[in-house]
């Protein structure tokens, strides 16, 4: 049917380059990941303890977690005396220069606290640390 005479209208096809979004995400998702800062934590939610001799330590050093339901956490995975044993002797095999941090809890049990010191000890482990906040 014509409209007065008139050829009848082209449509025209619109088209959206999904190219330049992309790019733009892509820079963006490098820029937070380079800019992001990792830190290496026991993956439990710890309440340090308050000590006004506190102090950063520079090297990587083992994280022991103590809960205060008194479970036991390395590398993020939950582990039991024995596992704790084994993983510091392999860990100090490969780098006998590593030295532990516990981070108990300030409500946890202080026998935990010491059957893992002694665990460490036992394991070959050097240096033992006991993480708190500042004050």
Do not use: W, Y
Request: net charge negative; aromatic share 4%.
């Amino acid at each position: 049917m014509d409209d007065f005479g008139l050829p009848p209208l082209k449509r025209r096809k619109v088209d959206l380059d999904m190219s330049p979004l992309i790019d733009m995400v892509f820079i963006l998702l490098i820029f937070f990941v380079v800019t992001s800062t990792f830190t290496r934590e026991t993956g439990v939610e710890i309440t340090k303890p308050q000590a006004q001799s506190a102090a950063m330590l520079e090297k990587e050093n083992i994280l022991i977690a103590i809960t205060r339901e008194g479970t036991i956490h390395i590398n993020e995975r939950q582990v039991d005396m024995a596992a704790m044993k084994d993983i510091l002797s392999q860990i100090i095999q490969r780098n006998p220069d590593r030295e532990a941090v516990l981070i108990a809890d300030k409500a946890s049990q202080t026998g935990m606290l010491v059957q893992v010191m002694d665990a460490c000890n036992v394991s070959g482990v050097k240096k033992v640390s006991i993480a708190a906040l500042a004050q």
